[in-house]
């Protein structure tokens, strides 16, 4: 199964990373690409609208463990599997990324590699603006 992982670095703390890590309706303020989400589902579900496809909902399932500092999304419709994970370090926070696709998605691997350096930073940004 093609994938990459990545790290970055936050000097928010993990709990504010957290934050906007587990709630899929903060995704448009960070995660590149994301122009809406509807999040109303109990059990973690959820619909994502990609930025230019406004016609193109793209359901999806949210996991998360605090206690592990692990959130896991997956996507319905292309089988994409991200995997967060978020570590104090420090007053930061270490976040980590390991980005799975099927094989018949292999074609998406630069494209997804470029959207989630792009996120990981954005996240890690926007997580410090928040905590100050």
Do not use: N
Not at 42 to 55: A, E, F
Not at 62 to 73: C, D, P, Y
């Amino acid at each position: 199964m093609p994938g990459f992982e990545l790290s970055g670095r936050s000097g928010a703390p993990v709990e504010e990373v957290w934050k906007l890590l587990y709630d899929p309706t903060r995704f448009p303020e960070w995660w590149a690409g994301i122009a809406t989400v509807r999040a109303d589902d109990p059990d973690g579900g959820y619909v994502l609208w990609p930025t230019g496809y406004p016609d193109f909902p793209m359901p999806q399932v949210l996991r998360g463990s605090r206690a592990e500092g692990r959130v896991t999304i997956s996507c319905q419709v292309s089988d994409l599997e991200f995997v967060w994970r978020l570590s104090a370090d420090g007053d930061g926070t270490l976040i980590h990324v390991a980005v799975a696709l099927p094989e018949r998605e292999s074609h998406r691997l630069a494209g997804q590699r470029e959207v989630i350096t792009d996120s990981l930073h954005r996240l890690a940004t926007l997580a410090e603006r928040t905590a100050r």
